[in-house]
């Protein structure tokens, strides 16, 4: 294994010299051939367990799991809040929620430092291609051409500082087509950093035809907990409109609608939650209802779902095949994420939000010849705010004091500190929200959960290692008593930790408020 370099040279000169301060070109050009590229390549709602390193069932993964086989598969990567636009806040700037201006779906505050801010000023040349979904415009990048809002999955617009244009073609592979030509354009004297953001699979998972037909006669194998009944857990969960079998829509289903319909009553029709589908088996027409129909719901959004996913894997074969080509492996960390995970079916649900495991956890593999150990499985406990001051170590840079997370540098290298994290912090804010997801915050230790609905002034509490799917609320059983207070403890010293200390258990915020106020002026 060779030594990781890193240019000490360059990291002295950032200690002195303002944050976002010109470093000279000459010691940028010289550090470009010892500093690694970084591709940070990044989905939207991409389950962990819909990837075959991560040891699915309803689909293989064969190029991102070259990731894996070449680097290290992180086994318990958690978001601290569930929901695209906070989850890319947060990435960007290695702070919480509460502190980076960003707790919903509000405007994000792009005069703040960020990662790609950082890496600019230390001579990296910095792009961001597709979803970007945070309000303003990206800024710290020297290219970037991006979706606007959620984008679209065919013929989508794109933008940049000075122009926008509709390109044709399938959005995945517009973004790994243009990732690509980043790549051949950029300065060939300073290393690069790029952001390759993908729309899939957000919903409406709207596959290209290829994808597609892989999937459209496949059954896919249903979760356990497909036809979960929420005993023994609280209102939150059962008051939630992301059910598979109750909230799917017309849309969603990608059902057909009467071909003299238009503009609202179009619109209105696509949005109803059909209670019974009309089908064709071997050319008869067949109407589904009841337990027929549930089935065949969770069946064709898993089918779009996974082809959308599918896309994403060729194209990230694609791009890891042009760096072969071109001689940049070697040199180059590659990274595959997603903004959060993904329920699929899993306790009867689509969509993220709750912190229950499935949209909790999201994938992180990373590859870096010579430095990471191929095939390495790396269980340390590692979060999103970790990303931005891990990109920064590896690059040599000096990770700023107010950043939140932590560098994940040494579990890359297959180290464990003995003082690493043993426990996380987890708060969702968007209630009233989409789908009646509760306001709630909560712990996550590496064995068990407790999570707080402060609004219902409602707990869970789950023993993962016996209840890895959450089944069986503890909360309250009085052989548990003790555990309990310890989690509440836990769950209280992260709060004061991490500085987010508007409320505590037990207290009721006043009526209409999510949580702190957002910071630096941005729009709630």
Same mark, same amino acid.
């Given at each position: 294994?060779?030594?990781?370099?890193?240019?000490?040279?360059?990291?002295?000169?950032?200690?002195?010299?303002?944050?976002?301060?010109?470093?000279?070109?000459?010691?940028?050009?010289?550090?470009?051939?010892?500093?690694?590229?970084?591709?940070?390549?990044?989905?939207?709602?991409?389950?962990?367990?819909?990837?075959?390193?991560?040891?699915?069932?309803?689909?293989?993964?064969?190029?991102?799991?070259?990731?894996?086989?070449?680097?290290?598969?992180?086994?318990?990567?958690?978001?601290?809040?569930?929901?695209?636009?906070?989850?890319?806040?947060?990435?960007?700037?290695?702070?919480?929620?509460?502190?980076?201006?960003?707790?919903?779906?509000?405007?994000?505050?792009?005069?703040?430092?960020?990662?790609?801010?950082?890496?600019?000023?230390?001579?990296?040349?910095?792009?961001?291609?597709?979803?970007?979904?945070?309000?303003?415009?990206?800024?710290?990048?020297?290219?970037?051409?991006?979706?606007?809002?959620?984008?679209?999955?065919?013929?989508?617009?794109?933008?940049?500082?000075?122009?926008?244009?509709?390109?044709?073609?399938?959005?995945?592979?517009?973004?790994?087509?243009?990732?690509?030509?980043?790549?051949?354009?950029?300065?060939?004297?300073?290393?690069?950093?790029?952001?390759?953001?993908?729309?899939?699979?957000?919903?409406?998972?709207?596959?290209?035809?290829?994808?597609?037909?892989?999937?459209?006669?496949?059954?896919?194998?249903?979760?356990?907990?497909?036809?979960?009944?929420?005993?023994?857990?609280?209102?939150?969960?059962?008051?939630?409109?992301?059910?598979? %079998?109750?909230?799917?829509?017309?849309?969603?289903?990608?059902?057909?609608? /009467? !071909? $003299?319909?238009? &503009?609202?009553? +179009?619109?209105?029709?696509?949005?109803?939650?059909?209670?019974?589908?009309?089908?064709?088996?071997?050319?008869?027409?067949?109407?589904?209802?009841?337990?027929?129909?549930?089935?065949?719901?969770?069946?064709?959004?898993?089918?779009?779902?996974?082809?959308?996913?599918?896309?994403?894997?060729?194209?990230?074969?694609?791009?890891?095949?042009?760096?072969?080509?071109?001689?940049?492996?070697?040199?180059?960390?590659?990274?595959?994420?997603?903004?959060?995970?993904?329920?699929?079916?899993?306790?009867?649900?689509?969509?993220?939000?709750?912190?229950?495991?499935?949209?909790?956890?999201?994938?992180?593999?990373?590859?870096?010849?010579?430095?990471?150990?191929?095939?390495?499985?790396?269980?340390?406990?590692?979060?999103?705010?970790? %990303?931005?001051?891990?990109?920064?170590?590896?690059?040599?840079?000096?990770? /700023? !004091? $107010?950043?939140? &997370?932590?560098? +994940?540098?040494?579990?890359?290298?297959?180290?464990?500190?003995?003082?690493?994290?043993?426990?996380?912090?987890?708060?969702?804010?968007?209630?009233?929200?989409?789908?009646?997801?509760?306001?709630?915050?909560?712990?996550?230790?590496?064995?068990?959960?407790?999570?707080?609905?402060?609004?219902?002034?409602?707990?869970?509490?789950?023993?993962?290692?016996?209840?890895?799917?959450?089944?069986?609320?503890?909360?309250?059983?009085?052989?548990?008593?003790?555990?309990?207070?310890?989690?509440?403890?836990?769950?209280?010293?992260?709060?004061?930790?991490?500085?987010?200390?508007?409320?505590?258990?037990?207290?009721?915020?006043?009526?209409?408020?999510?949580?702190?106020?957002?910071?630096?002026?941005?729009?709630?």
């Amino acid at each position: 294994m060779k030594p990781i370099t890193v240019p000490f040279l360059l990291a002295g000169a950032l200690q002195v010299l303002p944050l976002l301060g010109g470093l000279s070109t000459v010691v940028a050009a010289a550090e470009a051939d010892q500093r690694p590229n970084i591709l940070f390549i990044m989905t939207d709602d991409h389950a962990s367990h819909a990837m075959t390193c991560y040891g699915s069932v309803v689909n293989k993964t064969p190029h991102l799991d070259r990731i894996a086989e070449g680097g290290v598969r992180f086994d318990n990567c958690f978001v601290t809040n569930s929901i695209c636009t906070p989850s890319r806040a947060t990435i960007l700037t290695g702070k919480y929620s509460h502190l980076n201006g960003v707790p919903v779906f509000n405007r994000f505050d792009g005069s703040q430092p960020t990662v790609a801010k950082h890496l600019q000023a230390a001579g990296y040349y910095t792009g961001l291609i597709g979803k970007w979904h945070l309000g303003s415009d990206p800024t710290g990048f020297d290219h970037w051409e991006i979706l606007p809002g959620q984008g679209r999955y065919r013929n989508p617009v794109f933008y940049t500082a000075t122009d926008t244009r509709t390109i044709e073609g399938y959005c995945t592979d517009i973004i790994n087509d243009l990732s690509i030509e980043f790549l051949k354009n950029r300065p060939k004297d300073r290393p690069f950093f790029l952001m390759s953001h993908h729309k899939a699979p957000h919903r409406a998972w709207e596959p290209d035809e290829r994808h597609g037909a892989m999937f459209a006669n496949r059954t896919i194998p249903e979760p356990a907990t497909l036809r979960d009944d929420y005993a023994t857990r609280t209102d939150a969960i059962k008051e939630n409109q992301q059910r598979v %079998f109750d909230d799917m829509t017309r849309r969603d289903l990608k059902l057909k609608p /009467p !071909a $003299d319909l238009k &503009g609202k009553e +179009l619109n209105q029709w696509l949005g109803v939650k059909p209670t019974e589908v009309e089908i064709e088996v071997d050319g008869r027409k067949k109407i589904l209802t009841g337990e027929e129909l549930n089935a065949w719901k969770y069946q064709r959004y898993m089918q779009d779902y996974l082809a959308c996913v599918q896309s994403v894997d060729t194209n990230v074969g694609r791009l890891l095949d042009w760096l072969d080509a071109n001689g940049l492996s070697e040199n180059t960390i590659v990274i595959y994420t997603s903004d959060q995970g993904f329920y699929l079916g899993d306790k009867g649900m689509y969509d993220k939000r709750f912190m229950y495991e499935e949209s909790l956890r999201t994938p992180f593999v990373v590859r870096w010849p010579g430095v990471i150990k191929p095939g390495t499985v790396q269980k340390g406990m590692a979060l999103n705010v970790d %990303f931005a001051p891990t990109l920064l170590d590896v690059a040599g840079i000096p990770i /700023p !004091a $107010d950043i939140q &997370g932590r560098s +994940l540098l040494p579990l890359l290298r297959g180290d464990r500190p003995a003082d690493w994290r043993t426990s996380m912090y987890y708060r969702y804010y968007h209630d009233p929200g989409h789908h009646r997801t509760a306001a709630h915050y909560g712990v996550r230790t590496e064995t068990h959960k407790l999570i707080y609905f402060w609004k219902k002034n409602q707990w869970e509490m789950f023993d993962l290692v016996a209840d890895p799917h959450e089944q069986k609320n503890l909360y309250g059983n009085p052989a548990h008593r003790e555990l309990q207070e310890k989690l509440k403890a836990e769950l209280y010293r992260l709060k004061r930790e991490l500085n987010d200390n508007d409320q505590f258990a037990h207290e009721q915020p006043p009526a209409g408020v999510d949580g702190p106020p957002p910071r630096r002026g941005a729009n709630p």
